[in-house]
Nanobody, 124 residues
Framework: QAQLEESGGGLVQAGGSLRLSCAASGRTLSTYAMGWFRQAPGKGREFVAAVSGSGGATNYAGSVKGRFTIFRDDAKNTVHLQMNSLRPQDTAVYYC?????????????????WGQGAQVTVSS
């Protein structure tokens, strides 16, 4: 079993930046695809970004492309989400997820492990 723990959430003004981190324990995730999802109040969970097990391929939701960057540090068993030019509509709980396969997916139920979530609030 892998345990995932997010950190780095908080309150930021529109236009600002935050970096979310997801630290894994219990299992080495270097060959696992990793993803970030988010859920805003009153809305369903949505895909944000994903990276393949090799780190060579990434995918982003259209709403964050060009503003967010996902990258992994396998030496530290960690994946990050750098969020720039934040907007109030980015406000949500952000979840880290790991898939026991090297190919990423944009579909949440294809992931096997989930963190508890980190709140990101962007004020206007």
């Amino acid at each position: 079993q892998a345990q995932l723990e997010e950190s780095g959430g908080g309150l930021v003004q529109a236009g600002g930046s935050l970096r979310l981190s997801c630290a894994a324990s219990g299992r080495t995730l270097s060959t696992y695809a990793m993803g970030w999802f988010r859920q805003a109040p009153g809305k369903g969970r949505e895909f944000v970004a994903a990276v393949s097990g090799s780190g060579g391929a990434t995918n982003y939701a259209g709403s964050v492309k060009g503003r967010f960057t996902i990258f992994r540090d396998d030496a530290k068993n960690t994946v990050h989400l750098q969020m720039n030019s934040l907007r109030p509509q980015d406000t949500a709980v952000y979840y880290c997820a790991a898939r026991s396969a090297p190919y990423y997916s944009t579909v949440g139920h294809n992931y096997d492990y989930w963190g508890q979530g980190a709140q990101v609030t962007v004020s206007s």
